[in-house]
């Protein structure tokens, strides 16, 4: 799991310019003169003849741009997104023995990405999934349990460890998603019941159900 926290590496010149912006949730540098040297080779292409052939008349080339037209930072500021990355396996014994009713609900143990990080996380199953849509699915979510800021944006990808501890049925977010304590993200159809208990799948090996998060 990708966990995006405050930007926490600020390098900056003595004067910020309002000309610099970074986005949210993403690295942003800003390079006055590589900026100078595209807008350059912009207007050479740009002047360009646009045919092969030679034409009977001369037409004359543009004038170099002035430098008095290219902008130039004086100043500048580079952030750094700091992104901590992190995994837990879950598994559930004797998983055909789960109660057949919709919506039923299974939890692990929370977790975190160390001893000291403040975020605590479960994952969510429901074995019969979450309502009638997915009635023959079973759905999973990762559940922010306990948080110290106001919301937190995270990334995940959930996967089944079969009977050679390999990843399948893997399925991950498009996207960074928005965290609040007692949020969840997940898929109510993450995968069909009847293809997870057929033995010949091999993702229930000894009945246990092994969830693999990152």
């Known amino acids: 799991m990708a966990l995006a926290r405050l930007p926490v590496v600020s390098e900056c010149s003595p004067q910020q310019t309002a000309r610099v912006s970074v986005a949210a949730g993403s690295s942003g540098s800003v390079n006055a003169a590589a900026s100078a040297a595209a807008a350059a080779a912009a207007a050479v292409v740009a002047g360009a003849p646009s045919s092969s052939t030679m034409s009977v008349s001369r037409v004359p080339s543009p004038p170099p741009s002035s430098e008095a037209n290219t902008p130039v930072a004086e100043n500048w500021c580079y ?17 055909s023995f789960c109660r057949e009713e919709m919506g039923e609900v299974l939890k ?7 001893v000291n990080d403040k975020l605590k996380w479960c ?12 009635k ?7 559940l922010l349990v306990s948080c110290n800021k106001t919301e ?12 050679k501890r390999e990843e399948t049925k ?13 949020k969840d993200w997940g898929f109510k159809k993450f995968i069909r019941r009847d293809f997870l208990l057929d033995e010949a799948n091999g993702l229930l090996p000894d009945d246990k159900l092994t969830i693999f998060c990152e």
């Open 79 to 95: 952030t750094q997104v700091k992104v901590v990355k992190f995994s837990y396996m879950w598994t559930i014994n004797n998983f």
């Open 136 to 142: 023959d699915y079973l759905s999973l979510y990762l």
């Open 123 to 134: 994952l969510r199953v429901n074995p019969k999934g979450l309502d009638e849509e997915s």
């Open 152 to 163: 937190v944006r995270a990334k995940f990808k959930f996967s089944i460890l079969n009977a």
């Open 170 to 182: 893997a399925m991950e977010s498009q996207r960074a998603y928005r965290f609040v304590q007692g």
């Open 108 to 114: 692990s143990s929370t977790f975190s990405a160390g």
